[in-house]
Every structure is written in structure tokens, then in C-alpha cells.
């Protein structure tokens, strides 16, 4: 049973750890119910996440392990949903303009934006980081990179928030209106964006559409926008959140890399590993039996990834418990392998990269403001993140 347990979410290792060693690949079942096949250890995960036998495509489920959030087929269209070969058309079109070297340029913005969040609550002497930065960096960054306006940029937040951010007890048909009012907000942009083209990602995809013989059709276009919103947001808060408290808890490692600031970048990768919000890759579904081990896994059954386990196995990584912002041989999966490879892998590196190195630039006297063991962790299996991270300046 994968389930919400508070003590689970707030250290599932352990848990983890007892699945890879005594069964490796299980059956288990979510909290909504939907029977699914657990995958835990690196060897075995890192393989699959590349094995062409393995679907993302919803056409190729069984039907009695998906569980998801129904969005309309114009959005559902996306990279996280295709294989090739249309996969593969898509991508190659996307990745002409959404590069490492578009990505890079904004690390000025990013910069100033992380400076201005934190102006907010420089006077304070006590602050709620997911309130003040976690939360609302990535969203402000996405805004810019997709060119939002911003006279929208207000309604596009609030929907954003209603749908990948919501509060407990808020009603279900909030997510709907969200979902809604998201995908005519993202449709009138690439319109806006065709008649008057600027410097944003939209624009530069819209241009691809247009010069070159393998277009982007007006779905794909719109629910690569909503791909980039949906990936970009929720995963990028929690590395944040989680990646400061990683450092927070781990003094010895916080004064390394203030004494060493040239290790930020190998202290994203150490969070990627031993921090990642993402417990498991999207959902696969096989396209025949598939024998792992000692078990054969249906076609059309649900197979779940886990990076957490996987990121945690002693076969691969030494002392694998251990938070190292210096480790070096760190061939972590938080952004998959192969061809499903996340798009938008370095964007979430340069914002917690900015952010975290920022803030501690900043405040170099950072401490939390209760214990560890009282922070709230959402109720989430699928993903793992702080509902607050209360600190004092």
C-alpha cells in the first residue's frame, strides 16, 4: 500500500529502503485504490525508464491502474502522454527553442526576481519560505519564459495556484474552473503571439510552426504551454523547499558550500538525488508481458518508477544516506533517462541554483524556527514537499 501516512511522508526512506531490499518489483496499491506494479531498485528503474516496451500513451492501459486528472485532449496531448513516433516529431521541434542557451538567459531575471522576494521579508525576523519564495519563483519565471502578459498575469497565478497548488478542503470544481480558464488563457496567447511575436518561448514555437514543413498543430502548441506550466511549477517549489531544508539540517554541508560557493552547482544534483520532490516517474503501461526478475508484469497493467528508493540503493551509490554537495559520481534519474529525458530539466536546475545560493548569500545565519520532526509535509504520495518552511532570518 503506497499511502499518506504523516510519519511516512515525512521519511519514507526507511520504507523504501525495505521494499528494494525484500521485493524489488511488487505489486501495491495507491490511496485512490488503483492497483499498480512498484519497481525499486536503480538497475531496474534506470533500464525501464528507457525500455521502448514501456508506454506513456493512457491508449495503452489495461484501465484498471490509471488514476489522473482529467484534462481536455487538447492539453492531455503532451510529451508526458506520447510515444514515438510522435514523441519523437514533437520533441525535436520543441528542443530547436527551448535550449539551454534560452534557459541560461534568463538567470539575470531569476536573480533579480529571488532578490526582490526576498526584500519582502528582509525586515522580518521570522519568515515562511514556501510562502515567500519556493512557491512563488517558479510561477513568475514560467510567466516570463511564456511570455505572459501582465494584465493576465494575476488571473494566470490564481488559476495556476487553484490547480497544482490547492488548499485543503477546496472544492473540486475550483481545479475545473482552473483547468478551464488556463486553457483559453493559453489559446489567446499563442494567438496574441502569432499576431505580435516577442522574445518569449511561445513566440519562438509559434515561429516553428510556421517556417518549417513539420509543424506544430494549435493543440500542440497550446498543451506544450500547459506541459511546461504543469512540469515546471510543482516539481521546481518542492526542490526548492526541499533542497533548503536538506542544507539546513546538514550544517556541516551548508558551510562547505559557504566557504566553497563554486559547489552550488553539485549541491542541485545532491538534492536531485537525495532530495527529489518526485517520489516515482510518470506512469508507464506495458506494451507486452514484462519479465523483471522473478515477476511478469501484465501488458496494459500500471508500472511505477521509484526514484526514491532507486536514488537511494547502495548497489549504485556509495553511502547513499549521506547528503554530499560534492559527490561526484551522482548518475541521478530525478529527470529520467532517455528519450522521455524532462525538457525543462535545466530550468528547474538554474532556479534552485539561484534561489538557494541567494537566499544563503543573503541570510547566512538561516536556521529553522521549529524542529524538523514538526514540519508539515503535504498529503501527497505522488509528490513530496513542505507546506510550510518557517525559518528565522
Known amino acids: 500500500m503506497l499511502v499518506n501516512d504523516p510519519g511516512f511522508m515525512a521519511d519514507p526512506h526507511p520504507a523504501y529502503a525495505a521494499l528494494r531490499t525484500a521485493a524489488p518489483v511488487r505489486r501495491a496499491t495507491t490511496p485512490d485504490g488503483s492497483p499498480v506494479w512498484l519497481v525499486t531498485r536503480y538497475a531496474d528503474v534506470r533500464l525501464l525508464l528507457n525500455d521502448p516496451r514501456l508506454s506513456l500513451s493512457k491508449r495503452n492501459s489495461a484501465g484498471k491502474g490509471y488514476g489522473g486528472f482529467a484534462l481536455p485532449p487538447s492539453l492531455d496531448a503532451n510529451l508526458l502522454n506520447i510515444d514515438p513516433p510522435d514523441h519523437t516529431r514533437l520533441r525535436r521541434l520543441v528542443t530547436r527553442e527551448f535550449t539551454a542557451r534560452r534557459v541560461e ?3 539575470p531575471f531569476v536573480r533579480r526576481v529571488t532578490n526582490e522576494m526576498l526584500d519582502q521579508v528582509a525586515c522580518q525576523s521570522r519568515a515562511d519560505l514556501m510562502a515567500a519564495l519556493a512557491m512563488r519563483l517558479p510561477l513568475t519565471v514560467i510567466s516570463e519564459l511564456l511570455g505572459v502578459p501582465p494584465e493576465d498575469g494575476q488571473q494566470f497565478r490564481s488559476w495556476t495556484t487553484n490547480l497544482l497548488a490547492p488548499q485543503p478542503g477546496q472544492p473540486p470544481e475550483q481545479a475545473k474552473e482552473a483547468v478551464a480558464g488556463l486553457h483559453r488563457l493559453l489559446i489567446n496567447l499563442v494567438v496574441q ?3 505580435k511575436p516577442g522574445g518569449d518561448l511561445i513566440s519562438a514555437l509559434v515561429s516553428v510552426r510556421e517556417e518549417d514543413e513539420e509543424r506544430l498543430s494549435e493543440d500542440e502548441l497550446t498543451s506544450l504551454a500547459f506541459l511546461i506550466l504543469w512540469a515546471g511549477y510543482e516539481t521546481t517549489v518542492h526542490l526548492i523547499g526541499n533542497g533548503i531544508l536538506a542544507l539546513l539540517t ?7 558550500l559557504q566557504a566553497q560557493p563554486g559547489l552550488y552547482p553539485s549541491a542541485v544534483e545532491e538534492m536531485l538525488r537525495f532530495a527529489n520532490p518526485n517520489p516515482f516517474s510518470i506512469r ?3 506494451l507486452e508481458d514484462v519479465r523483471i526478475g522473478e515477476h511478469t508484469i501484465p501488458a496494459g497493467d500500471t508500472v511505477l518508477l521509484c526514484l526514491a528508493a532507486a536514488h537511494r540503493d547502495p548497489s549504485r551509490f556509495r553511502d547513499p544516506d549521506r547528503f554530499d554537495v560534492a559527490r561526484e559520481d551522482n548518475a541521478h534519474l530525478a529527470f529520467g533517462h532517455g528519450i522521455h529525458h524532462c525538457l525543462g530539466s535545466a530550468l528547474a536546475r538554474l532556479e534552485t541554483e539561484v534561489a538557494v545560493s541567494t537566499l544563503f548569500e543573503r541570510f547566512p545565519g538561516l536556521a529553522l524556527a521549529r524542529p524538523v520532526d514538526h514540519l508539515s ?6 509528490s513530496r514537499g513542505l507546506q510550510q518552511l518557517p525559518v528565522t532570518l
Open 105 to 107: 538567459q534568463l538567470r
Open 193 to 195: 503571439k502569432r499576431a
Open 250 to 256: 546538514h550544517p556541516e554541508q551548508l558551510a562547505r
Open 284 to 286: 508507464r503501461f506495458p
Open 377 to 382: 509535509w503535504r498529503p501527497s504520495f505522488r
